[in-house]
């Protein structure tokens, strides 16, 4: 049950869009596809939806082979990123629109209808036009009419994209409680990170038309498969051939024979968190991620020498096929040796 | 655009001026000169049994090219722009033929086609007439007037995006359903206009059908034909009185078409 793609390939003229691509999404779940722009994650969506025809491979929605079926056939919803409400059409008439092709009677299809616009909180903007409504409201709009024929299915084409950064949140974790109360197997495409964290159950990390790594956010974030996938879930240093995240980097005053000595270049207070950004001896730009009290009591000051200790490095070369998940290396319980930082960056 | 009000002001009265000299005061003349001996000569002249006639003739060249160019402009230019292919690039430039050809080239080339050593010619043989009759009078029709609704219909198809067209696909609708409700309803304003040009043209087309018609009095004269002979026979007050009844029949078709776009906006 639930979606799944097998060996899905597309190219569109010399671009390959997808190749080789299989992805497992439960039923019932709520998933995300995290990539980059050109990363093939939105056309991989409309291939599952039917608007785009896969070169090969197979899509299997809830158990049934669904590859040569058209749009109309798959009961899905599908949510587009610039909204394309039906600008000629009531806000009842868009959400009403699935409901009378399927000739649905009118007062079935009214409270129908109604119910919808409750659930996404636009009951009292049914008489409208979509140019009368706000970025988030055509788009719960949008949400509500793909919900009104009760899909299998619902995707999301980065649903919050054209939005502005709060409405962005809110519609977030609106749409977190709204899959809570469906339960409706639900894809969303995204290339925010953070967004892919706080609303997905499961993520999809999408790159040049290949998955690079699914699991939770935490999976990803502790054991990312390799350097992209390390590097677009979260920030990164690279020092060397390892790579740092810059909560995992202490800053002492003291050096000892596990640091490396850095130049503090700038001080950035953000809140409760502060970047302390530091240049190596080699050249090499690094920050480091420590809270407001860990400031104080370090009193740094900007053209400071200050020495840097890694808590927890990976390495994705080496070559360790065995583990595929990259070598994971607590450096403050192991003594100097190969894994700490390597002496001569 | 700049801010200084004596450059606004300067080039509101250049391009009004510019107007009016063109366009204003040619079609103010005719109007005075109408009804310069009151509105008995005009009038006369317009419902004298030949005028009568050019004018059924007109409005029934717009009652058949005008539909005809209409559904054939919306299918070419859903053609052209939902479903790229290599030979678009032709279509193209040959929708546009119309325009790039002068109108009496096109009539003569009809004349050849289907003229006594045309390829067609064995039409007139088997006693159907097209030539120096109503069918040659609506192909010319058809040929000048075609390219509008094309014209006007691409950019807006361009503009609204497959979005739409593809929610109303997932939400069930099939090809015909999502033309009916989604599509059509979002390019009306570009047909319309469309529809609008296509009737002032086939209205005022002059040189393709002159030689396909051969002009004759109260049987192949559109009003066009119909203000020519009459100017041509010393009749400049009916030919005068004719030209108000055409451009009169224009501002309807604007007029109409405004209104329904109020109507809608209500």
């Not at chain 1, 060996?7 to 869009?17: H, M, P």
């Not at chain 1, 055509?138 to 999301?156: G, H, I, K, T």
């Amino acid at each position: 049950m639930g979606i799944s793609v097998e060996g899905a390939n597309k190219s569109f003229g010399d671009f390959q869009a997808l190749s080789d691509v299989s992805i497992e999404v439960p039923d019932g779940s709520l998933t995300a596809l995290l990539g980059p722009s050109g990363s093939g994650k939105s056309t991989l969506l409309r291939a599952i939806a039917g608007l785009e025809d896969l070169d090969s491979g197979q899509v299997t929605i809830n158990g049934d082979d669904a590859t040569r079926k058209p749009p109309q056939q798959r009961g899905v919803g599908f949510v587009f990123q610039h909204y394309a409400a039906f600008k000629h059409m009531t806000v009842y008439d868009n959400v009403a629109f699935g409901l009378k092709i399927r000739k649905w009677k009118k007062p079935e299809t009214s409270n129908r209808v109604h119910e919808l616009l409750q659930l996404v909180q636009l009951d009292g903007l049914a008489g409208r036009f979509p140019s009368q409504l706000s970025g988030g409201q055509r788009q719960r709009m949008a949400l509500a009419r793909a919900l009104a024929v009760e899909p299998q299915v619902l995707l999301l084409d980065e649903p919050f994209g054209a939005l502005d950064a709060k409405v962005r949140k809110d519609l977030r974790t609106w749409l977190r409680r709204l899959h809570e109360e469906m339960h409706v197997t639900t894809i969303f495409v995204t290339h925010d990170q953070e967004e892919a964290m706080d609303v997905a159950g499961q993520l999809v990390v999408m790159n040049e038309g290949r998955v690079e790594q699914s699991g939770t956010a935490d999976d990803l974030y502790e054991h990312p498969a390799n350097e992209f996938v390390m590097s677009f879930v979260g920030e990164v240093n690279q020092l060397g051939d390892h790579f740092v995240r810059p909560h995992d980097m202490e800053v002492v005053l003291d050096p000892d024979d596990r640091t490396q000595e850095g130049m503090v270049q700038r001080i950035v207070t953000l809140g409760f968190e502060v970047r302390v950004e530091l240049v190596l001896s080699d050249g090499t730009e690094v920050w480091a991620q420590l809270t407001r009290n860990e400031l104080q009591r370090l009193e740094l000051r900007e053209g400071q020498i200050a020495y840097l200790r890694p808590i927890q490095a990976k390495s994705f070369n080496g070559g360790s096929p065995s583990n595929p998940q990259g070598a994971s290396t607590p450096l403050g319980t192991q003594d100097g040796g190969d894994a700490g930082l390597p002496a001569a960056v | 655009m700049s801010a200084n009000p004596a450059s606004r002001w300067g080039l509101r009265f250049l391009g009004l001026g510019y107007l009016t000299m063109l366009l204003l005061i040619p079609l103010v003349m005719i109007f005075y000169k109408t009804f310069e001996e009151g509105i008995g000569p005009p009038l006369d002249a317009v419902t004298s049994p030949d005028g009568l006639h050019a004018l059924k003739l007109s409005l029934l060249m717009v009652v058949i090219a005008v539909p005809l160019n209409t559904v054939f402009g919306i299918g070419c230019a859903l053609l052209l722009v939902r479903h790229k292919s290599k030979l678009n690039p032709v279509i193209d430039a040959v929708i546009n033929l119309p325009f790039a050809v002068s109108p009496v080239v096109i009539g003569l080339s009809l004349y050849l086609l289907y003229g006594t050593n045309g390829w067609f010619a064995f039409l007139g043989e088997e006693g159907i007439k097209i030539l120096f009759s109503v069918p040659g009078m609506v192909l010319a029709s058809i040929f000048v007037s075609l390219p509008f609704v094309v014209r006007e219909t691409v950019p807006v198809l361009q503009e609204i995006g497959t979005d739409q067209e593809q929610a109303g696909q997932t939400l069930g609708a099939n090809a015909w359903q999502t033309f009916r409700k989604i599509t059509l309803p979002s390019i009306r304003w570009g047909v319309a206009y469309g529809v609008v040009l296509t009737t002032a043209r086939v209205l005022g087309e002059f040189g393709a059908v002159t030689i396909v018609s051969g002009s004759i009095n109260g049987q192949t004269q559109t009003l066009p034909l119909f203000v020519e002979k009459q100017y041509a026979n010393f009749n400049s007050t009916g030919a005068y009185g004719a030209s108000l009844v055409l451009a009169l029949l224009a501002l309807i078709t604007l007029f109409a078409m405004n209104l329904l776009k109020r109507k809608e906006d209500a």
